[in-house]
């Protein structure tokens, strides 16, 4: 009782502070919040008839089904469980979950896509050593989150309130953490047969069942939270694909006034089909994705049907539909220019020439190569777009340069125009105007940097 009673007085502290800083369009007054400790308050905009049929429909859980959600619980994050009814599952077949921290003093809503690499095959998808495939081949734990929340290394600042040295607009905002165990950047619909080369194991029965996850829990928060006055999709790597993917449907089924998105290092590159892989080179790998990952089959076409403009031939057409669609929302996508990770997974396994590569050395400069080639026509395309602005740091010392904000929003800057990562995020969140684009053209101020001890200490944890 004791321990209740605590957690009760630390959501009241936390919710009244939260009220006391600068009000947001969706924040409760002081006494809604604490009228909303007592009652918290549930859906009020769930799922109708009409969006539980068609292509991807909305499939809720059913009623009755315990999936462990307490609707008075604030400030803690609550695991999730969607039953199979909703199509909702693991690529191992297993329940998936994910967690929602909410709080009583907003509306506004962040959901936040987890990152974890791609597979497309076996060996990838299986988990074998030596391998770059995907986050959570054997599911999702229930403690899942208290692994990786709070204080953990690699845990962006969107997802942990009280980051020592880091705040965002979004940290007093109910949170959504999806977790990522379908290897398909939460794009696929497909259940694939995957043959263990060597022989010694049975074949591998794979669901790449992103859009579908996706889409359940979409059922669950219109069916258990109240609408977003303001929304935030994010994610980095995986996530961040999956956060850019899947925000057309996001955007229309949970209705918030002001849609946001932060795409960060999970670009969507232009490759059109047939093209040249030396002009355009993430052509291999969308040719390979689109046919075990079942893309051409549902999910791109249910796309197509969203944002009028694009093609499934050629993906790098979303952005310019998604910002013509939603002219009013603010969107954004950060990578780095020397991203080791991303990069790794574009090209490495669809190029002879970086397979064969004679040492490290000369495989990573063919890797660069072939991504300044793809982010030079991404920072291009989104240069012409007012409210999809681009960001493009050099280097980082951490995680092969892959993905801006997690661990910290430092060392993300552009120096030679005074930039730091934080004024992208802000430019996107609360700017008026063209959301900024801006682009660093020398690693060289980045790598003199004196060694950072929390990142280096993370880099030895991966």
């Not at 400030?75 to 191992?92: D, E, H, I, P, R």
């Not at 609408?227 to 899947?246: F, H, I, V």
Request: proline residues 7%.
């Amino acid at each position: 009782m004791n321990a209740r009673i605590g957690a009760a007085f630390l959501a009241l502290v936390l919710s009244l502070s939260a009220v006391s800083a600068r009000a947001e369009p969706g924040d409760y007054n002081a006494f809604q919040t604490l009228l909303n400790l007592a009652f918290p308050p549930g859906p009020d905009n769930p799922v109708t008839a009409a969006q539980q049929q068609g292509i991807y429909p909305l499939k809720p859980n059913p009623a009755g089904f315990a999936d462990g959600f307490n609707r008075g619980a604030y400030y803690q994050w609550q695991t999730v469980k969607l039953a199979a009814s909703t199509q909702a599952v693991c690529g191992n077949g297993s329940q998936y979950k994910f967690f929602v921290n909410r709080v009583p003093n907003t509306r506004n809503t962040l959901i936040y896509m987890e990152g974890g690499g791609a597979c497309w095959d076996y060996a990838s998808c299986s988990g074998q050593s030596g391998i770059r495939g995907a986050r959570n081949p054997n599911g999702i734990p229930d403690d899942y989150m208290s692994l990786v929340n709070p204080g953990s290394s690699l845990v962006s600042p969107f997802v942990v309130r009280l980051h020592p040295w880091t705040s965002v607009k979004t940290r007093n905002w109910n949170l959504v953490y999806v977790p990522y165990c379908t290897g398909d950047v939460y794009g696929g619909d497909r259940v694939a047969v995957y043959g263990d080369p060597s022989g010694q194991n049975q074949p591998l029965i794979w669901h790449h069942n992103g859009v579908r996850n996706v889409r359940a829990v979409v059922a669950w928060l219109k069916n258990n939270l109240p609408r977003p006055t303001q929304m935030l999709s994010t994610g980095c790597s995986a996530g961040g694909t999956g956060s850019l993917d899947n925000y057309p449907h996001l955007r229309r089924d949970l209705a918030p006034t002001r849609g946001f998105l932060i795409d960060d290092s999970g670009p969507l590159f232009f490759a059109p089909e047939g093209a040249d892989a030396q002009q355009y080179p993430s052509v291999r790998l969308h040719a390979a994705i689109r046919q075990v990952w079942g893309l051409d089959q549902g999910p791109l076409p249910y796309l197509e049907s969203l944002l009028p403009g694009f093609t499934r031939a050629n993906l790098g057409t979303f952005y310019a539909a998604l910002a013509a669609k939603q002219p009013t929302d603010r969107l954004g996508h950060a990578h780095f220019w020397q991203d080791l990770n991303y990069s790794s997974y574009s090209y490495e396994r669809f190029f002879p020439e970086i397979q064969q590569a004679p040492d490290l050395a000369t495989k990573q400069a063919l890797i660069h190569a072939k991504w300044a080639t793809d982010t030079t026509r991404l920072k291009q395309a989104l240069d012409t777009l007012p409210n999809f602005g681009g960001y493009f740091p050099q280097y980082r010392a951490l995680n092969e340069s892959h993905c801006t904000t997690i661990v910290d929003f430092e060392n993300g800057d552009v120096q030679e125009r005074g930039l730091e990562l934080s004024n992208f995020i802000d430019s996107v969140l609360e700017g008026n105007g063209p959301v900024l684009d801006a682009s660093e053209s020398s690693d060289a101020a980045d790598r003199a940097k004196p060694l950072n001890l929390i990142y280096a200490l993370v880099d030895g944890l991966l």
